[in-house]
C-alpha cells in the first residue's frame, strides 16, 4: 500500500473512515471520509504516530486492540463509543486488517443505528412493563371490587356474632369471641391488601419506609403457618445480621413472600422431603437479597424467567398472576427478582430491595 496518487484517488471512493499505518503505528495515508469524522486537516496524521495524533486510543482499550492485530495478524472488529480530539463522542464500528504492510483501519459513525436501537430496547421495555402493570391494574381492580362485597358482609356477619356472644359469660364463649377477633382481624388485613394492590398497581407507587426485614420475615411466616403446618412443611429461617435494615414497603413485601412460599408449598405436594428455607444476605450495590429455596421438583426444562409471565400457571384454577404481581412490587421498590433450579434440585427465587439505615 504506497501512497501513490491512484492509490490515495481510490481511497477516497470508500465510504468509510479509513488510515493506514506501517508496523510501528506511523500513519502512512487517510481518506477524506476519516479526516471529515476526525474534522482535522491531513497534515496532522501523515507521518505522525497514531497515539500523538489521537491520544484517546490510549486512554481507551483500543490501542491494545491494534497492537494485538498488528501482532498476531488477526482482523478485528469492534464497536468502541469514542471521544474526539475535540471533545466530540460517537459510537464507530472499527475494523483492522493486517496486511503486508501494516495495519489496514477502517472506521465508521454508528451513533445513529445505537440510538435507535437503544430506543427499542426501551420502548419495547416500557411496553412489556405498560402491558403488565394494566393487566395487574385490570385484575386489581376486578378482584377487589369482587371481593370488597363479600368481605365486608363476612365482617359483618362477625360483628353480629359477636354482639349475640357478648352476654353469654362461659369460658367456651370467650374462645368463641377470641376466634372471632381473630376471623375480624384477618378480613381487616385482606381488605388492606386489596386496597393497597390497588391503588399500587394504578399509581405504580410504593410507600417505601425503613423497616426491619426480619420482622417483614417473621409476619409472613406466621400468615402461612397454617398451611405449612397443614402441608407438613417445615420452614428454617437463616437470617443475617448484616441484612436487617431495608427501604420497603412492609405490607407489599409480605405479599410476595407470601407469594412464593404458597408456591413452594403448592410445589412440594408430592415431595417426600418438604423443606423451605429463607434466607437473607446483603447484596453488592447497598441491596439486600432475600431467597426462599424449596426441596420440590424444581422449574422444569422450560427457562426459569417463564414462570414471572402473567396468567402463566401449571395449576389447574391457578391464576399465575402471583409472580407477574411479585415481579411488580419488587422492581417498584427498584429491587430484582429471578428464579433459579437450585443444585439440590428445588426451586430458588432471590430478590433484592434497597438497604436502609438503622433508625436511631
Ligand atoms: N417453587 C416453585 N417450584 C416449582 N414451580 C413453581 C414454583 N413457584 C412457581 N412455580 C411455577 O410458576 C407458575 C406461576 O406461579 P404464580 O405466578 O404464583 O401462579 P400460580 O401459583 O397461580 O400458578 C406456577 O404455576 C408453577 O408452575
Ligand atoms: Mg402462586
Same mark, same amino acid.
Given at each position: 500500500?504506497?501512497?501513490?496518487?491512484?492509490?490515495?484517488?481510490?481511497?477516497?471512493?470508500? %465510504?468509510?473512515?479509513?488510515?493506514?499505518?506501517?508496523?510501528?503505528f506511523r500513519v502512512l495515508e487517510i481518506n477524506a471520509e476519516g479526516l471529515r469524522m476526525a474534522r482535522r486537516p491531513r497534515s496532522d496524521f501523515i507521518g505522525r504516530i497514531l497515539w500523538d495524533v489521537a491520544p484517546h486510543?490510549?486512554?481507551?482499550?483500543?490501542?491494545?486492540?491494534?497492537?494485538?492485530?498488528?501482532?498476531?495478524?488477526?482482523?478485528? %472488529?469492534?464497536?468502541?463509543? *469514542?471521544?474526539?480530539?475535540?471533545?466530540?463522542?460517537?459510537?464507530?464500528?472499527?475494523?483492522?486488517?493486517?496486511?503486508?504492510?501494516?495495519?489496514?483501519?477502517? *472506521?465508521? @459513525?454508528?451513533?445513529?443505528? =445505537?440510538?435507535?436501537?437503544? !430506543?427499542?430496547?426501551?420502548?419495547?421495555?416500557?411496553? $412489556?412493563?405498560?402491558?403488565?402493570?394494566?393487566?395487574?391494574?385490570? $385484575?386489581?381492580?376486578?378482584?377487589?371490587?369482587e371481593l370488597a362485597q363479600p368481605l365486608t358482609a363476612a365482617g359483618n356477619y362477625i360483628e353480629t356474632c359477636r354482639k349475640l356472644l357478648r352476654p353469654i359469660a362461659d369460658e367456651r364463649a370467650r374462645e368463641a369471641r377470641?376466634?372471632? @377477633?381473630?376471623?375480624?382481624?384477618?378480613?381487616?388485613?385482606?381488605?388492606?391488601?386489596?386496597?393497597?394492590?390497588?391503588?399500587?398497581?394504578? =399509581?405504580?407507587?410504593? =410507600?417505601?419506609?425503613?423497616?426491619?426485614?426480619?420482622?417483614?420475615?417473621?409476619?409472613?411466616?406466621?400468615?402461612?403457618?397454617?398451611?405449612?403446618?397443614?402441608?407438613?412443611?417445615?420452614?428454617?429461617?437463616?437470617?443475617?445480621?448484616?441484612?436487617?435494615?431495608?427501604?420497603?414497603?412492609?405490607?407489599?413485601?409480605?405479599?410476595?413472600?407470601?407469594?412464593?412460599?404458597?408456591?413452594?408449598?403448592?410445589?412440594?405436594?408430592?415431595?417426600?422431603?418438604?423443606?423451605?428455607?429463607?434466607?437473607? %444476605?446483603?447484596?453488592?450495590?447497598?441491596?439486600? !437479597?432475600? %431467597?426462599? !429455596?424449596?426441596?420440590?421438583?424444581?422449574?422444569?426444562?422450560?427457562?426459569?424467567?417463564?414462570?414471572?409471565?402473567?396468567?402463566?400457571?401449571?395449576?389447574?384454577?391457578?391464576?399465575?398472576?402471583?409472580?407477574?404481581?411479585?415481579?411488580?412490587?419488587?422492581?417498584?421498590?427498584?429491587?430484582?427478582?429471578?428464579?433459579?433450579?437450585?443444585? =439440590?434440585?428445588?426451586?430458588?427465587?432471590?430478590?433484592?430491595?434497597?438497604?436502609?439505615?438503622?433508625?436511631?
Open positions: 500500500m504506497g501512497t501513490g496518487d491512484q492509490e490515495r484517488e481510490l481511497l477516497q471512493l470508500i %465510504s468509510e473512515g479509513f488510515i493506514f499505518v506501517d508496523p510501528d486510543l490510549r486512554t481507551s482499550a483500543l490501542e491494545a486492540i491494534f497492537v494485538k492485530a498488528m501482532r498476531d495478524r488477526q482482523p478485528v %472488529s469492534i464497536e468502541h463509543f *469514542y471521544t474526539w480530539t475535540d471533545g466530540r463522542q460517537s459510537w464507530l464500528e472499527i475494523r483492522g486488517h493486517r496486511t503486508a504492510g501494516g495495519l489496514a483501519i477502517f *472506521y465508521r @459513525d454508528i451513533s445513529q443505528q =445505537k440510538k435507535s436501537a437503544e !430506543e427499542l430496547a426501551r420502548a419495547q421495555a416500557e411496553l $412489556m412493563h405498560g402491558s403488565r402493570v394494566s393487566a395487574m391494574g385490570t $385484575m386489581a381492580a376486578t378482584l377487589s371490587h377470641r376466634a372471632l @377477633d381473630q376471623a375480624g382481624g384477618s378480613i381487616r388485613r385482606a381488605i388492606d391488601i386489596l386496597e393497597r394492590l390497588r391503588a399500587f398497581v394504578s =399509581k405504580g407507587r410504593t =410507600k417505601a419506609e425503613t423497616n426491619d426485614l426480619r420482622a417483614i420475615i417473621a409476619d409472613a411466616g406466621v400468615l402461612v403457618l397454617p398451611l405449612a403446618q397443614r402441608e407438613g412443611v417445615e420452614i428454617r429461617f437463616h437470617l443475617d445480621d448484616k441484612a436487617h435494615w431495608v427501604r420497603a414497603d412492609a405490607v407489599q413485601i409480605q405479599q410476595v413472600l407470601i407469594n412464593l412460599i404458597r408456591n413452594a408449598i403448592e410445589a412440594m405436594r408430592d415431595s417426600a422431603r418438604k423443606r423451605i428455607a429463607i434466607a437473607t %444476605s446483603p447484596a453488592s450495590g447497598n441491596m439486600v !437479597e432475600v %431467597s426462599v !429455596e424449596d426441596s420440590g421438583p424444581g422449574l422444569g426444562d422450560a427457562a426459569p424467567e417463564t414462570v414471572f409471565a402473567p396468567f402463566h400457571s401449571s395449576k389447574p384454577g391457578g391464576l399465575g398472576v402471583g409472580l407477574s404481581i411479585s415481579r411488580t412490587i419488587v422492581e417498584a421498590h427498584g429491587g430484582t427478582i429471578v428464579a433459579e433450579n437450585s443444585p =439440590k434440585g428445588g426451586a430458588v427465587f432471590r430478590f433484592t430491595l434497597p438497604a436502609g439505615r438503622k433508625p436511631d
